[in-house]
């Protein structure tokens, strides 16, 4: 694979470690691995109750869904500088001074102060950031405690991550649907880029759609791995996805390439919307786009006529400042084009029928509307909000049977900037208790000054982790977590298909590291509501959910790989979509009584800035490490030490660094400190920032940096004002701000 210089020596560490141990005594589990958020179904071999090594699947549904990160995970877990106790606070906040408390210790203190904060403040004082990647446990337990608190300021690394898209796809059609990869006959990526290292089962998916023949599109301003197998590549301006949606549509319909029958009979709004497109002739995409108007007409095309087609899910477009609008697009050219629902195209599943799903569990209802009203963000940027998605509980309840039915936990979230906003006392109320669970908060959004600073103002912070990260670093207590090999785990494909898969417990967890629902369950219990987790473990809490299937969840686990809900093709035939209308709303009623344009548009860049010349996204992801974790794990710190910002070889003699050099990047915002490769698949002018550095062998705490955090991480440098984040839904523009290199000088860090 060009482009990827890793590759070999990931090869060879990967064989090496494959390498099978002949012992008797080795035993093994089903697990899914957690080691980022596709959860490959894996095997896991134990030994004298360690996991000694994973593998694949032996299932051929699953062969070969696996990757270097997966398998040094048992490394990782291992690790000394693991957390393994409660720790509390001794000193200053952020002075990496702590005393080894017990659980109860720990939970009846946060009890009490957290008790404290309610009082004083009300209960949306309390906010709780997380992943629901990587917490695996938490399964919308902490929704359930904090609704019944009352606090509605619940964020999520999912706002920029998958979340945000479902919650603008069900404006759209009611429901965020999957791609068919196994009978689709084009794909288009924007910018998506998975690998043999990065979500490994949607590589192996496309490679397998490939092998018997359909179309790939690719939408890279850099020659990525997949634009070079791509059957047409477009090389657009970064951040300008939406302007190309708008020239396809244009092809599309002044061709006359779209279903007809489909638009006329399950659509709103295609007069206005063929208005709108009107306003984006090809010249003027070209210029937005930078693409030649030829390649955009057949790249069109190809997605019309060559389908059904795929427009997969990609982060991409989840983080720019036009990223409502380009999400609608997509949804839009594929309603237009007749992929909605079909075999090929794009599939709206719905809830499992028999498996108690995540939005159950969450109990939105128990929450007042008064509180649901204060939920922050919700009044200049409601998209993800429970503002935003309301007018869609109505027709949720009629066609998928719950009015708050939550997909990829991103429908009714809280906005992560005006929330922090509040945190450092800049808000509508004050915010000043704040808990981080299996998130690394400082690094996984916009603009580290403000998170640090509203870190600084709180008077509780609670982290459940693995690793003292930087944000662990400025708690008043780190909680130990334990690990995907370490508890058993009913994986819902984040309520976005109907697919529920198991994986069982590989070993006891070390030290007194316990689940996201032990914590969820201390938590209701030291707030005296211990009936809220009523469920004595997590074994007990899925064989509830379960209880419908008849079966408990070790059966389900021995039992099954995977269990689906039936699937049926073109449901809106009989129910209409979950929309106010029914229809496809290619003119959004929901966003137009939200205050907003109701059609997608295309903002352009601000007018450029002599000071910051070049133009920076932050992303790619890096094949040892999952986001901001794992530099601690020494077989891939070899593989990757340094953070390294790419950049073509024009630019790097326009700026006059050399390969190898390490300068500084900086925004209006901030600068850090990164290393320069040199690299023929970036376009001159563009640089691609690494995500989420820092070093977990440098100094802990605030005065020495965080580990490295304030040096490295692209947080420093990512904007969240108004000009850089989207309207509607409030997040930030990863994708294209401007920015600059300078060379070290002497008073470098
Ligand atoms: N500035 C900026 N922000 C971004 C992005 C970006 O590119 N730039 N990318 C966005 C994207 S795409 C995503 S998906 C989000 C990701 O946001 P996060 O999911 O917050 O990202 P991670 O860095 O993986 O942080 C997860 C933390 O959980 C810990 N952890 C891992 N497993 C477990 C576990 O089992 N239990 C517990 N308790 N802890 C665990 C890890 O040690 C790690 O510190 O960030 C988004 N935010
Ligand atoms: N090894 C590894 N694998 C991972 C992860 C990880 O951290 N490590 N993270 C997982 C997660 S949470 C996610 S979200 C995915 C993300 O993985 P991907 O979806 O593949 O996203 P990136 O790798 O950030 O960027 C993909 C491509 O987008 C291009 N790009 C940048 N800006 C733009 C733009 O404005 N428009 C277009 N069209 N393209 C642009 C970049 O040049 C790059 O080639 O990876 C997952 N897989
Ligand atoms: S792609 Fe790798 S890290 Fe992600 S789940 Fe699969 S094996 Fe684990
Ligand atoms: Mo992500």
Redesign the pocket.
């Known amino acids: 694979m060009p482009g990827s210089p890793f590759l070999a020596p990931a090869i060879r560490l990967f064989k090496r470690l494959e390498r099978k141990p002949a012992d008797p005594d080795t035993s093994t589990r089903k697990v899914l ?1 957690g ?2 958020d ?3 179904s ?1 095997v896991a071999e134990v030994r004298r109750g360690r996991v000694t090594r994973i593998r694949s699947s032996d299932n051929p549904l699953f062969k070969d ?3 270097i ?2 398998v040094v995970a048992p490394k990782g877990f291992a690790h000394p500088d693991r957390i393994l106790y409660p720790m509390k606070r001794v000193g200053e906040r952020g002075s990496g001074q702590w005393t080894r408390v017990s659980w109860d210790e720990a939970m009846g203190e946060i009890g009490e102060r957290l008790k404290r904060v309610i009082a004083g403040h009300g209960p949306e004082a309390w906010a709780v950031s997380t992943s629901q990647w990587n917490t695996g446990t938490d399964h919308g337990l902490g929704r359930r405690v904090m609704n019944h608190v009352g606090s509605p300021n619940w964020i999520s690394g999912v706002a920029l991550c998958a979340g945000n898209t479902a919650a603008i796809n069900r404006m759209s059609y009611g429901w965020y649907p999957w791609p068919d990869y196994d009978n689709t006959r084009c794909i288009v990526l924007f910018g998506h880029n998975p690998k043999r290292d ?4 949607i590589h192996n998916a496309i490679e397998r759609a490939r092998a018997r023949g359909a179309r790939l599109i690719v939408l890279d301003p850099r020659r990525s791995e997949k634009a070079e197998l791509a059957d047409l590549w477009l090389p657009l301006k970064v951040g300008s996805d939406a302007a190309m949606c708008f020239g396809w549509l244009k092809v599309i319909f002044d061709e006359g390439l779209y279903d007809r029958r489909f638009v006329a009979d399950w659509t709103v709004g295609f007069d206005a919307l063929r208005a709108r497109v009107d306003e984006f002739p090809l010249d003027r995409v070209a210029q937005l786009t930078g693409c030649r108007e030829e390649d955009i007409a057949r790249a069109a095309r190809m997605y019309a006529t060559q389908g059904p087609s795929i427009i997969p899910w990609t982060p991409i477009t989840d983080q720019q400042r036009n990223s409502t609008s380009a999400i609608r697009l997509q949804t839009i050219l594929r309603a237009v084009c007749g992929y909605v629902d079909v075999p090929g195209g794009e599939a709206l599943q719905g809830f499992h029928p028999s498996i108690v799903p995540e939005s159950d569990i969450e109990m939105h209802e128990v929450l007042s509307e008064a509180q649901k009203a204060k939920q922050l963000g919700s009044d200049r940027h409601p998209a993800f909000t429970y503002r935003g998605q309301a007018a869609l509980g109505e027709p949720m309840k009629r066609v998928w049977g719950r009015t708050y039915a939550n997909q990829v936990t991103g429908c009714y979230m809280a906005n992560p900037t005006a929330t922090f906003r509040a945190m450092a006392g800049d808000g509508p109320y004050p915010v000043k208790a704040f808990f981080a669970l299996g998130n690394n908060t400082l690094l996984s959004y916009a603009n580290m000054p403000l998170i640090l600073k509203a870190m600084l103002n709180q008077d509780l912070i609670v982290v459940q982790e693995h690793m003292m990260t930087p944000t662990a670093q400025l708690a008043d207590f780190v909680l130990p977590g334990d690990a995907w090999t370490e508890r058993p785990w009913l994986w819902d494909a984040y309520g976005w298909l109907s697919v529920y898969r198991p994986s069982q417990q590989a070993m006891e967890p070390p030290g007194e590291c316990r689940s996201t629902f032990e914590f969820w369950k201390l938590t209701a219990a030291a707030l005296d509501m211990p009936e809220v987790v009523p469920w004595a473990s997590l074994n007990e809490f899925y064989d509830w959910r379960l209880a419908k299937l008849g079966i408990g969840f070790d059966e389900f686990a021995a039992t099954y790989e995977l269990h689906a809900g039936k699937r049926e093709w073109k449901k809106y035939l009989t129910t209409g979509f979950a929309t106010p209308s029914g229809k496809v709303e290619l003119e959004s009623s929901v966003l137009r009584d939200l205050g907003f344009d109701p059609l997608p548009y295309f903002r352009e860049d601000p007018a450029p800035d002599p000071d910051y010349p070049l133009t920076m996204f932050t992303g790619v992801r890096e094949g040892e490490y ?1 986001q901001t974790g794992g530099r601690h794990i020494p077989e891939m710190r070899e593989r990757k030490p340094e953070p390294n910002l790419f950049v073509s070889a024009g630019t790097a003699a326009a700026t006059q660094i050399v390969d190898g050099e390490w300068v500084h990047v900086e925004t209006m915002l901030g600068r850090v400190t990164m290393q320069v490769k040199v690299q023929d698949s970036m376009p001159d002018g563009l640089v691609r920032v690494p995500h989420g550095w820092w070093k977990p062998e440098t100094a802990q705490g605030l005065v020495e940096g965080l580990s490295s955090a304030l040096v490295h991480a692209d947080s420093m440098l990512c904007r969240d004002d108004d000009d850089y984040l989207d309207r509607e839904q409030g997040i930030p523009h990863l994708k294209g701000a401007p920015c600059r290199i300078v060379k070290l000088t002497a008073d470098a860090p």
């Open positions: 691995c080691s980022c596709i959860a490959c894996v869904n696996i990757c990160k997966g990065s979500w490994v089962p999952f």
